[in-house]
């Protein structure tokens, strides 16, 4: 199975750009790479995932290094809201389809 | 919003007792999944399904058995339930196409047994 490892916590100050890492040195070929984030007590929230190109979305950025062992996901403009849980994944192929297995992921504080 | 729900959102039960918990959903995707999750140890897979009657084991999956018998529903159950399965479970769909799968959550479910 293609794991991932992220920082246990990270600071950002409000208004600057949050960079979370995430390594997934066994990632294979085909398999994508998601970032989720969870608030409080909510379910999981997506936010975005890519294969090997940079990605941008409305919540944030993807990059992806070029042999994909690595990625990060960049938040632009870090608000208090944004102090989350977030889970860098990559999907496990399962009996029938594709498992997601989740791991702790980076607990981000933004700070006023 | 993908049209997740979850029923019950909170249950009190006693060691021993069978409980079921519904996920629903309203977009018709063929995955679905159940998580729990606990303090310090984050999100884990319990079972997943791809089809309608087609299930497979997670992470966690011992003293849980589920079911789907139509699209829309995925059904959780704890035959006897244990202090040890008081917990959060979170049901998802995923969505998407190919390769590639975004997954989206529900509610959650607040269940305690004493």
């Known amino acids: 199975d293609a794991k991932t490892t992220q920082p246990t916590s990270m600071d950002c100050a409000e208004g600057r750009a949050a960079n979370l890492p995430c390594n997934h040195s066994t990632i294979s070929g085909n398999e994508y790479v998601y970032w989720y984030r969870q608030i409080h007590s909510q379910g999981p929230q997506y936010i975005i995932h890519g294969l090997k190109n940079n990605e941008t979305n409305e919540m944030a950025s993807l990059i992806i290094t070029e042999d994909r062992k690595s990625s990060t996901l960049i938040l632009p403009h870090a608000t208090l809201r944004d102090t989350a849980v977030y889970y860098c994944?990559?999907?496990?192929?399962?009996?029938?389809?594709?498992?997601?297995?989740f791991g702790a992921g980076t607990r981000l504080f933004v700070k006023a | 919003d993908a049209g997740i729900t979850q029923s019950p959102r909170h249950k009190v039960t006693e060691t021993g007792t069978p409980v079921t918990l519904r996920c629903h959903q309203t977009e018709n995707h063929r995955y679905m999944y159940w998580y729990r999750q606990d303090p310090g140890h984050g999100l884990r897979l319990i079972h997943y399904s791809y089809g309608v009657k087609d299930t497979d084991k997670g992470e966690v999956s011992d003293g849980y058995s589920v079911s789907r018998s139509k699209t829309e529903d995925f059904l959780l159950t704890l035959e006897s339930a244990t202090s040890s399965q008081t917990s959060v479970y979170f049901c998802a769909i995923s969505r998407g196409g190919g390769n590639s799968y975004e997954q989206y959550f529900g509610p959650g479910t607040r269940l305690t047994v004493t």
């Open positions: 994944i990559v999907r496990v192929e399962g009996t029938g389809g594709f498992k997601t297995i």
